[in-house]
Structure formats: C-alpha cells, structure tokens
C-alpha cells in the first residue's frame, strides 16, 4: 500500500504538540515517503456557538439527534462535535479535489501501541474497499451489531463502531462520501463516530439509516493498535459537552 497523504486533525499548534504529533507519527513506521499535514481543525465551539455561524459555513444540526431517555442520543449535537464533523470534511474534500489513491486520516490524540506492520496491507491487493480501521470501538451492546468474517487473516468487516481517529480512505471511499452523503451531512451535521458507521453498516437508529447512504466497503484491523488520548470517560475530550460553551 501507499499513501499518498497523512492528514492529522488538531486544534493546538502549539511546538510542544507538533514535536509530540511527529514523535507518534514516526512509531507508525509508513510504509513509504509522503507529505503530512497538521490541519487547523475547524473550531465549532467558537465558529457554531450562533446559528448564523453555522449558516457562515454552510452547515445545519440534525435537529432530530436528541430522541430523549437516558441514552448516548438523549441530547443535542455539540457545537464541539460538529467541528470535529467539519475537520474531518475539510480533508475529504481536499483529497477528493487532489484526486489521491489512498489517504491516512488521524486526530492528533492518537498515541501507536506498536508499530504497524503495513505487509498486513498486502492481503488486501485485488479486495475492494473504501476504509480502512486501524482501530476502532465494536459497540456490541446493540442488537444486531457485530464484525464479520470476510476470510482475511488480518482483516474484518467491522460492524457500529466508535473512534475516528485513525484510518484510511482509497479513492472510492473519498469519491463516494463527496458525492453521495456529505451534502446531505451539511445540512444534518452529527458526530463522526455516528456518521462513518452509518456510511458502511447497520446503525441502531432507523432515521439515521435513512438519513444516509450505506454503500462504502469498510474493513478493520482485527487488533487496536492505535489508542486515542482524549475522550469523554476521562474529562479531556474536545467535542464532549461543556456546560456554557458547546451549547
């Protein structure tokens, strides 16, 4: 495999943390010399805090997210979210326009277990796909929800999974999200570990299956191999809600 880019998401440019994006990136051992960019990520709690923000951008809430009760869905998209949405967008259209084979996209809380043996690819030679997971969260919990064996030794068709952090668009997979569902996100903006699931398997909500089209091809690492630094359960997410801020 080659990549022909790496996009790493981040809202702190700091030296301190550019110093510390590459010390990780270089644990993952690429399998072959490319370009990187640290993206300025797009900033939702100060750029959507007001609706004209988001209209500035061209972007609306799914205002059908908070379906009540006690669930994860039982409140609205945060402002935060929808720039971590956003982020991830801005690189999609990028390699889209720049018409890449294969793109590896991370936040820049990822944090290598290991290096990658990048041969694993190999198996993947005359398979079609469109992402690839270098890690990810199996939400078991749900009915119906579950990975697949496809006959690969490294490699499953992953079922609803949380974390976005790290992995792989072919072509196809760039093509495909351009033009067939990122309109009809701009307009319904909710998180990205709710979205990319919705673009390649069964998701526990009928409207957002609704909502979006399933038609990418998506495979998963059969072990994470990558961690994620920031989230919700530790108090240090940058999208999770903050009182006064993401609302």
Request: aromatic share 12%; proline share 3%; charged share 25%.
């Amino acid at each position: 495999m080659t990549i022909d880019k790496v996009y790493i998401i981040s809202l702190d440019h700091s030296e301190k943390n550019q110093r510390s994006i590459l010390k990780r990136l270089n644990l993952l051992t690429l399998p072959n010399q490319t370009t990187y960019q640290i993206l300025d990520a797009v900033d939702g709690r100060q750029q959507f805090k007001t609706e004209e923000g988001r209209e500035s951008y061209g972007i609306k809430f799914y205002d059908k997210w908070n379906i009540g009760g006690s669930s994860w869905w039982s409140r609205d998209v945060t402002t935060g979210e929808a720039g971590g949405i956003c982020s991830h967008m801005v690189i999609w259209e990028d390699a889209y326009l720049n018409n890449y084979e294969n793109i590896l996209i991370l936040e820049d809380d990822f944090n290598p277990y290991d290096t990658f043996n990048w041969n694993h690819t190999n198996e993947l030679k005359d398979w079609d796909w469109d992402i690839l997971f270098l890690s990810r969260i199996l939400q078991s919990s749900h009915e119906n929800v579950y990975d697949t064996e496809v006959g690969l030794d490294c490699w499953v068709m992953p079922g609803y999974s949380y974390q976005t952090h790290s992995y792989i668009l072919s072509k196809s997979g760039i093509k495909k999200l351009m033009e067939t569902n990122v309109p009809t996100l701009r307009q319904n903006i909710i998180v990205s570990d709710e979205f990319l699931p919705a673009t390649y398997t069964w998701h526990p909500r009928k409207d957002i299956r609704n909502l979006f089209n399933r038609n990418m091809l998506a495979l998963s690492y059969r072990s994470n191999i990558i961690g994620q630094d920031r989230y919700e359960a530790a108090g240090n997410s940058l999208t999770s809600p903050v009182e006064g801020i993401d609302y």
